[in-house]
């Protein structure tokens, strides 16, 4: 059942296309990428058109079948891309090796968050940058906070371990950086809202 579920999130997920507002932020949050540039969970490649074409771009992307939409979709651009395979909680980096860490929409269905932050400051150089848009828990008390935590479990279960509620900034803020910008906005997407964008430099 994991397969066929894993299969039709990659489906829908390949037909899903940028609003005007999430365009704006990822041309701001992108316009200074550049190096080795590690992206954690790219699914079917919407970040590529964003990228310049002179960096080294590598993946790592765990459901398989994400990869021919996001092969598709790199061939369409002429962009160059490397995919790796996670090393069980291990990033596929070695320390300090990585300019860039770019994350859209993935810190929703991770496993381990914490864990995950630890090994995006691991493969980072000094002063690298982890770039960060992600939807987030509303806020507590709120309507749409309950609404969330009723959902959340079917929701996870449709949309491949995505959770609705995760107070995702308080992980990123707590994971050690030098400095962490985030702006907090509201798109309108039902329960998938509201959203944080920004970086964090270790
Ligand atoms: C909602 S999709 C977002 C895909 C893409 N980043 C985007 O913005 O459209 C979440 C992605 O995170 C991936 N993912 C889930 N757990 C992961 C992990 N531990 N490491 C890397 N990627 C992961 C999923 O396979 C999926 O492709």
Redesign the pocket.
Known sequence: MAGIQKRLFAYF?AR?QDDELTISHKRRLFKDISGTVL??????G??LAYFPSDIRWIG????PH?HPYLHQQAERLGFPVELRE?DGKQLPAEDASVDHVV????L????NQAS?LAEIVRVLKPGGRFVFFEHVAAPRGSGLRRYQGILNPAWKWF????NLNRETWTVIEAAGFSEVQIEHFRMPEGPVAPHIAGFAIK
């Not at 929703?108 to 496993?111: I, L, N, Q």
């Open positions: 997920m899903v992206e954690i969970g790219p699914g079917a919407p970040n790592v992307e765990p459901n994400m996670l994350s859209t929409l993935v929703c269905s991770v496993p995950l949309g491949d371990g995505c």
